[in-house]
């Protein structure tokens, strides 16, 4: 298990980015004080000897409350429909980090502004990296211009993020012994439905004919997906979200589509449509619209088995027909 006691900062270093943070919600926490001080209802609304839990996204927030249930309160950095990638956290973020008792973000890249932004509140709680170092995990690489890195989303295969519950579970049971058998039990529980969702998920997508198995995607989120559901992904439209292909890369993902009779183009809820349609327009191919990848949505994607059996079925409508 990954996890990484937070150690004090030197004072001495330069400030940007998160140590700013720290010292406004500080002044703000100071201010409030002299104020009288007050309780957010959110807070006061939590009950007494709840594990007060932080996670950068609503996904992993919903695999904790799945494992946690009524002794767990979860909180979300980045919010529904929000992009992990370039997340700008804000001081009341600082503050929920500063009161948690246990922090889970992905790691292998996706989140890691979190780590920085947790010493520099410092928090005393653990910050486990639940996507590192997993047992019985195949790791894909990164593609786009950093191909030598590891992909970070793991969850796209139900499989794994079974192996998430697991760790979550492990995680809580050690930071509150007294319901450490609760947690185990749940994330022994939640393990079989994860289970019985990637059968049903696997069985569903062995359907789709050989000749539609290939795809494009809008960014390097699906390689987990792909292994696991049979798919192959023959290429991507953006290198990272927030970085714009070139007219030449997007002539050549046409070129690519024709040559080889590609047939969907994946979209993400979080992200526009419109190059993925720019691509579809001039070649006839489908798009794939509103996959969700890296947060949760309104029901019935509210959920991460929701929104996995919604991504299943819209990749299905396009490609199932022959």
């Known amino acids: 298990m990954t996890i990484r006691p937070v150690t004090a900062t030197s004072s001495a270093r330069v400030l940007r980015g998160p140590a700013i943070l720290v010292i406004l919600a500080v ?25 007060r839990v932080v996670t950068t996204t609503t996904i992993l927030a919903d695999l904790v409350a799945q494992v946690g249930g009524a002794h767990v309160h979860v909180d979300s950095l980045v919010p529904k ?7 700008d956290p804000s001081p009341s973020d600082v503050r929920r980090l500063a009161q948690a008792d246990v922090v889970f973000l992905n790691g292998l890249g996706l989140d890691d502004w979190l780590a920085s932004l947790v010493a520099d509140a410092g928090t005393a709680a653990p910050v486990v990296r639940l996507g590192e170092d997993l047992q019985g995990v195949t790791y894909l690489g990164g593609g786009g211009q950093d191909a030598a890195a590891v992909n970070p989303h793991l969850w796209l295969d139900a499989s794994y993020a079974a192996k998430y519950a697991e760790r979550i579970g492990e995680t809580l049971a050690a930071a509150d012994p007294a319901n450490a058998t609760a947690y185990r039990d749940q994330a022994e529980a939640y393990g079989r439905t994860l289970a019985d969702l990637d059968a049903e998920l696997r069985a569903k997508m062995d359907t789709i004919p050989a000749a539609n198995r290939t795809v494009i995607s809008f960014h390097d989120a699906f390689p987990y997906f792909a292994a696991a559901y049979g798919l192959a992904i023959d290429g991507t439209i953006v290198d990272a979200p927030g970085q714009d292909p070139s007219a030449g890369q997007i002539a050549s993902l046409v070129e690519v589509v024709r040559e080889k009779g590609i047939k969907a183009i994946f979209a993400e809820a979080q992200f526009s449509e419109d190059l993925a349609r720019t691509i579809a327009d001039e070649t006839g191919a489908q798009v794939v619209s509103s996959l969700y990848t890296d947060s949760t949505g309104d029901a019935p994607q509210d959920t991460y088995a929701g929104l996995m059996r919604w991504n299943v079925d819209r990749v299905m409508e396009v490609l199932a027909a022959p």
């Open 27 to 51: 002044l703000v926490a100071v201010v409030t004080g002299a104020c009288g001080g007050r309780t957010t209802p959110a807070e006061g609304d939590i009950p007494a000897g709840t594990l």
């Open 81 to 87: 429909g929000g992009e992990v990638h370039t997340f």
